[in-house]
C-alpha cells in the first residue's frame, strides 16, 4: 500500500476517533456521590471531585483551543506537552529521554532502539509512539513513520504534533487535499498553531480551487 493510501485512512481514523471523543457521556457532575449514599448519610457533605490527569488534560486543551494569541497558545501546548511527556513509568521516561538525546546527536538507529523498548514497556504511551514516529520519518521511513502516527492517534486523537506530522508526509507523497485536511484538523484542537497556519496558507491556492 503506498504512503498517501496509508496516510488517507490515518486521517479518516483520526477524524473518527475525534468524534468519539466528542460524543462521549459527560462527566458526573463534581461533588455529586450514588443516591444510595446519600439516603444513608444526607447531612454528609458533598466530597469534591477527584481531579484526575485526563479531566486536567481536557481542561488545558479548552484553554489551547480558546487561546488568543500564539504566546498564549504555546504557553497552554508547552504544559500539554509536559503531560504527555510522562508515562507514569520511571524507566519508560528515562528510556525517552535517552532517546531524544540520540536523536539530537543525529544517532536516528539508536534513538529508534530505545524507542522500541519504551513502547514495549508502555504501549499505551501515545507519546512514545508519536516520538518513534518522527525518529522514523528523520531515518526516511515514512511508511512506519505513518504507522506510528496511527497509533498515536488512537491513543491520542488531539495530538496536533502527530497530525501535523500526518500532513507533511501526505504532502511529500503529492496528496495535497489530504494534507490540508489534517493540517485543519490540527488547527480544530489547536488554533494558533503557527507553523500548520503557514503549511495551510502554503496549500491553499492549490488546495481550496478544487472541489473539496
Given amino acids: 500500500m503506498s504512503a498517501s493510501r496509508i496516510g488517507t485512512a490515518l486521517l479518516a481514523l483520526a477524524l473518527t476517533s475525534a468524534g468519539a471523543m466528542a460524543q462521549a457521556?459527560?462527566?458526573?457532575?463534581?461533588?455529586?456521590?450514588?443516591?444510595?449514599d446519600k439516603m444513608e448519610n444526607p447531612a454528609a457533605p458533598e466530597a469534591p471531585a477527584p481531579r484526575t490527569p485526563a479531566a486536567t488534560l481536557d481542561r488545558l486543551f479548552q484553554r489551547l483551543h480558546d487561546a488568543k494569541t500564539p504566546e498564549e497558545a504555546q504557553g497552554v501546548a508547552n504544559l500539554i506537552q509536559r503531560r504527555w511527556a510522562r508515562s507514569g513509568s520511571d524507566t519508560a521516561d528515562l528510556l525517552m529521554t535517552r532517546a531524544q538525546e540520540a536523536l539530537k546527536a543525529k544517532q536516528t538507529d539508536l534513538a529508534i532502539e530505545l524507542l522500541d523498548r519504551v513502547i514495549s514497556l508502555q504501549p499505551d504511551w501515545a507519546e512514545a509512539w508519536n516520538q518513534r514516529a518522527n525518529a522514523l520519518y528523520i531515518a526516511g521511513d515514512p511508511i512506519r513513520s505513518l504507522f506510528d502516527i496511527g497509533e498515536t492517534l488512537k491513543r491520542e486523537p488531539r495530538h496536533y504534533g502527530a497530525m501535523m506530522g500526518l500532513g507533511l508526509i501526505l504532502r511529500?507523497?503529492?496528496?495535497?487535499?489530504?494534507?490540508?485536511?489534517a493540517f485543519r484538523r490540527a488547527l480544530d484542537v489547536y488554533p494558533e498553531f503557527e507553523t500548520v497556519k503557514k503549511a495551510v496558507e502554503s496549500l491553499k491556492f492549490e488546495v481550496d480551487g478544487?472541489?473539496?
Fill in 25 to 36: 457521556v459527560p462527566p458526573q457532575r463534581p461533588g455529586s456521590v450514588a443516591p444510595s
Fill in 172 to 181: 511529500q507523497q503529492g496528496d495535497d487535499k489530504a494534507a490540508m485536511v
Fill in 210 to 212: 478544487r472541489d473539496t
